[in-house]
């Protein structure tokens, strides 16, 4: 319903309206900058002071670099990866594209801004009319034509500040589908680090296996012609058999995890699976420093895009509680049309064509405010439980870092601890090889060697790999690598060429189609 008000009132009303029904009182209007609804504060963040093993010398709390951590393990293939991955990955994609989404919504609210409606219309209407209605006389034709061409216009004025928290709400959906954009390329980066590692501590297992199956059928030959010589000799053959076929059924089993680890990288890679043997060639696990600096916990609220996707998702919504208030008070706005009508349209644009209307009117949603109360509760509700995802978001930032601490400070020391062990059964073994030809020992302490043997070293090599492993946990964790979008690219190789030889699929998209390292990061202070 519009109700037209006169020049000399409208202005009172407008200035008397914010003292009735909505939640904002009159001098919080004033200070939000005539806007009704609350302010947006950043909530507090439960973060703790210190790190649990910060006493551990190999945890440094300065703020160091880690926006290209997987230089630290100086493998020029696993830049060439996250080089080839940044470019190519579609997830990373799919999540440029609702960064466009978001960027488009915020021009869309940016446009509510100014005159709602702007409409140019024109059409030619031909009307017959009845001779038997009343006041036939009124149209002394029965068949005649009309042309029409006119503007309208309607602008809603943003009194009470609707228009303008939508902007921020939009802008603040902007800012964390960037932060989303930023954590999909920390996962990224952190799952392709896991799964080269991944790969090399599959290639360094079967490299052991294949290692103990050789071993084993050399040590096979004594008591298999001993056998042969002699059926009390049985017992030794079938223990030395049992321990070749067991180290050869661990080698199918790893190349299975080694397969799977391939294939992963592929996808990351935006490629299909394939063969990634000869561009990978072989190299050791990547080797870790026995230290790495993580700064404070309070890092995490500026460093962790999904801490700050999660704050942004939080200020977004506050702005949408006054959007939800501005529904008690009238949207006033400035209506006018200009236009032409004639029944001829050679002087349809002629002087005394004209027509125009223009004035103020306003528009209240009266005897609804119990619908209108609770979608502001709703809009608050839901404010409030995304500040408590917020916090939750943090505690979980604050444990994960925790958890891939302890897994890099332990594994270390339990590698040591297996590495050693490995030795002492290497030594044990060929000891007890040596003293089983010279009859000497008898063959089933041999085979217990031979199959201790195989484990430590299988669990020796997987307790490498979890060194480096827990490196990238910790990365993650502090939200490392997204910076690398701010600089346009990754790191260039250390001393060789980084991977070209994995290529992006022929009929994927290149990666310059999406404008997004032009975007600026929404950092927290």
Request: a negative charge.
């Amino acid at each position: 319903m519009l109700v037209c008000i006169g020049s000399r009132s409208w202005l009172a009303v407008v200035l008397w309206l914010p003292c009735l029904a909505g939640c904002t009182s009159f001098s919080d209007y004033i200070h939000n900058g005539f806007k009704v609804g609350p302010n947006y504060g950043r909530p507090p963040a439960p973060v703790a002071e210190d790190w649990i093993d910060a006493a551990d010398k190999r945890v440094r709390e300065e703020d160091g670099d880690i926006s290209q951590w997987w230089t630290v393990f100086n493998d020029p293939v696993l830049n060439g990866l996250v080089d080839n991955a940044y470019q190519q990955n579609l997830t990373l994609r799919e999540a440029g594209f609702r960064v466009l989404m978001a960027r488009a919504q915020l021009g869309i609210s940016v446009g509510e801004l100014f005159p709602q409606t702007q409409i140019s219309d024109g059409d030619f209407t031909s009307k017959g009319v009845s001779v038997n209605v009343a006041n036939r006389q009124a149209t002394p034709e029965r068949w005649f034509g009309q042309w029409d061409y006119g503007f309208g216009l309607a602008w809603e004025l943003d009194f009470w500040g609707r228009f303008r928290r939508a902007v921020e709400a939009a802008d603040d959906e902007l800012d964390a589908s960037i932060e989303g954009y930023d954590d999909v390329l920390v996962t990224l980066l952190a799952d392709v680090g896991t799964s080269y590692i991944q790969y090399r501590t599959y290639e360094r297992r079967i490299e052991l296996a294949q290692s103990s199956v050789k071993l084993f059928e050399e040590m096979l030959a004594v008591p298999e012609a001993r056998y042969k010589g002699n059926d009390s000799n049985r017992v030794s053959y079938d223990v030395a058999k049992a321990n070749l076929a067991q180290a050869r059924a661990l080698v199918p089993q790893l190349e299975i995890g080694k397969r799977v680890a391939q294939n992963r990288l592929c996808i990351l890679l935006g490629m299909s699976p394939g063969d990634l043997e000869q561009e990978l060639n072989k190299a050791p696990i990547p080797v870790a420093p026995d230290d790495v600096a993580v700064g404070i916990p309070a890092d995490l609220l500026r460093r962790r895009p999904d801490v700050r996707r999660a704050e942004r998702e939080a200020a977004a919504q506050c702005a949408r509680i006054g959007i939800a208030e501005s529904q008690f008070y009238p949207q006033i706005a400035l209506n006018g049309t200009l236009g032409w009508s004639s029944e001829n349209l050679n002087n349809l644009f002629a002087e005394n064509s004209f027509r125009g209307t223009a004035g103020p009117s306003f528009r209240w949603n009266i005897l609804n405010y119990g619908r209108l109360a609770n979608n502001v509760e709703f809009q608050e509700a839901h404010f409030q439980e995304l500040v408590t995802r917020y916090q939750q978001t943090v505690l979980q930032a604050n444990g994960e870092v925790e958890d891939a601490l302890i897994a890099f400070l332990r594994s270390q020391e339990q590698a040591k601890e297996l590495h050693i062990s490995s030795a002492a059964w290497s030594d044990g073994t060929d000891l007890m090889n040596a003293q089983y030809r010279g009859n000497m020992v008898d063959f089933t302490l041999v085979g217990y060697f031979q199959q201790n043997l195989l484990e430590q070293q299988d669990e020796a090599a997987q307790a490498q790999g979890n060194i480096a492993l827990s490196l990238v946990q910790i990365y993650r964790a502090l939200g490392g690598g997204w910076q690398i979008r701010l600089a346009g690219g990754v790191c260039p190789p250390l001393e060789t060429e980084p991977l070209d030889a994995v290529p992006a699929a022929d009929d994927a998209a290149p990666i310059e189609a999406l404008p997004l390292l032009e975007l600026t990061s929404s950092e927290a202070p």
